[in-house]
């Protein structure tokens, strides 16, 4: 049985420990982002948050560029966030208090390429070829493609029995937190889109630019 610091948490396990932190809970991971001063001040940042990695044998990834450091916590052995993320994301706060740094305050949105495929297994190779990128497991058991350089966002194959030729064939999932779904599809369709349908809210909208190219507004429960 799993103790209370390697059990999984959802979002809305998590929201109220960081209801004044500089991190959200999507997709199974805390995601924090600063400003700072210049360059060396981020870098700073990132040697300090190191040295408590170290301490507490957690460590984040890290996007370090000018005056801006970006963390993502997760616990790989338990397959998403748990205390020990939580714990590291309020040391890291502190860390950028003390630095001087600020939090990022633009709503977090995460992004994946999806390809409608008759035959996901026949065309996959191609799409690692071309984008070079590496064949990782799903979250429902099936294969996905990531970028090894962690720039780039996942692709995944999308099923289908009967091609549909009417519709384009790869569309993105944009993800950000629940709370800030409905705000993000209102702001898309008062920008010109339509919704084709929200059967699968709050999970997922589903909406298309005006010449019928689609994407979805995605939440997660992880």
Do not use: K
Request: proline share 4%; glycine share 6%.
């Amino acid at each position: 049985m799993q103790n209370d610091s390697t059990a999984t948490l959802l979002p809305e396990q998590t929201a109220e420990r960081l209801r004044e932190s500089a991190f959200t809970h999507l997709q199974r991971a805390l995601r924090g982002s600063y400003r700072t001063r210049d360059f060396a001040s981020a870098a700073r940042l990132v040697a300090t948050v190191a040295e408590i990695a170290d301490e507490l044998d957690h460590h984040p990834e890290v996007h370090l560029g000018w005056g801006r450091v970006a963390f993502e916590l997760t616990s790989h052995d338990a397959g998403g966030v748990t205390d020990r993320d939580l714990g590291l994301a309020a040391r890291i706060d502190a860390a950028a208090a003390d630095a001087g740094a600020t939090p990022v305050e633009a709503v977090l949105s995460l992004y994946e390429l999806a390809i409608d495929a008759g035959d996901a297994d026949a065309i996959r190779p191609f799409w690692r070829a071309v984008l070079d990128y590496e064949e990782v497991p799903s979250s429902d058991g099936g294969v996905e493609l990531a970028d090894p350089r962690r720039l780039g966002p996942r692709v995944w194959f999308q099923g289908m029995d009967v091609a549909r030729t009417e519709r384009n064939r790869l569309h993105m999932d944009v993800y950000v937190p629940a709370e800030h779904a409905e705000e993000r599809l209102a702001a898309t369709l008062e920008a010109g889109g339509t919704l084709v349908t929200d059967e699968f809210a709050p999970d997922w909208w589903v909406v298309a630019d005006a010449e019928g190219n689609e994407a979805c507004i995605c939440t997660s429960s992880r």
